[in-house]
T-cell receptor, first 115, second 112 residues
């Protein structure tokens, strides 16, 4: 059973370009969470999705950031017009139910560098 | 006060030592607690859940003190491989979407 997969593992963009980060949850998991981790910082929640639904996006910046989890295919975190401050590690996690006691399994992360 | 606070460390201990970390949380309605481990430039991995009665897994013991709103992690007989950052995670009981809040982590360095 493959774990949570993320790609690309490393992404370099110039300021103003778009970044697309993909996350495939573990088999049987229908809940996906995206987190951002800045150097020397903790993980910050961004958005929680189920298939075709955004459940909670309270941690997502209002502008330039969007996320989706289509019926088929991976979840996508999209950052438009990237700025240097977007440079960070972006982790995706998945779980079976999204309940409070449910374990989240993390992917290896995508390290975004904005030049 | 931050929602979840941890001493960032680093805690420098020799092999075989016993070390303990605390994590305080501000939301008294929090319902679920976890410790994760994160190695440098890797993803967090679940170490253990924290139950009200306390729980033990080999050399690791987790405790919850609801009255004082903190959880703890005790590591006995430290190994070099225990060197990592330990993240405390708290999940609220209300709000509907059970969004976890992560502490910034406590760094542990075990030396020979």
């Amino acid at each position: 059973n493959a774990g949570v997969m993320q790609n690309p593992r490393h992404l370099v963009r110039r300021r103003g370009q778009e970044a697309r980060l993909r996350c495939s949850p573990m088999k049987g998991h229908s809940h996906v969470y995206w987190y951002r981790q800045l150097p020397e910082e903790g993980l910050k929640f961004m958005v929680y999705l189920q298939k075709e639904n955004i459940i909670d996006e309270s941690g997502m910046p209002k502008e330039r950031f969007s996320a989706e989890f289509p019926k088929e295919g991976p979840s996508i975190l999209r950052i438009q017009q990237v700025v240097r401050g977007d440079s960070a590690a972006y982790f995706c996690a998945s779980s079976t139910q999204g309940a409070g006691t449910d374990t989240q399994y993390f992917g290896p992360g995508t390290r975004l560098t904005v030049l | 006060r931050k929602e979840v606070e941890q001493d960032p460390g680093p805690f420098n201990v020799p092999e075989g030592a016993t070390v303990a970390f605390n994590c305080t949380y501000s939301n008294s309605a929090s319902q679920s607690f976890f410790w994760y481990r994160q190695d440098c430039r890797k993803e967090p991995k679940l170490l253990m859940s924290v139950y009200s009665s306390g729980n033990e897994d080999g050399r690791f013991t987790a405790q919850l003190n609801r009255a004082s709103q903190y959880i703890s992690l005790l590591i006995r007989d430290s190994k070099l491989s225990d060197s990592a950052t330990y993240l405390c995670v708290v999940i609220p009981a209300s709000g509907g979407s059970y969004i976890p809040t992560f502490g910034r982590g406590t760094s542990l360095i075990v030396h020979p």
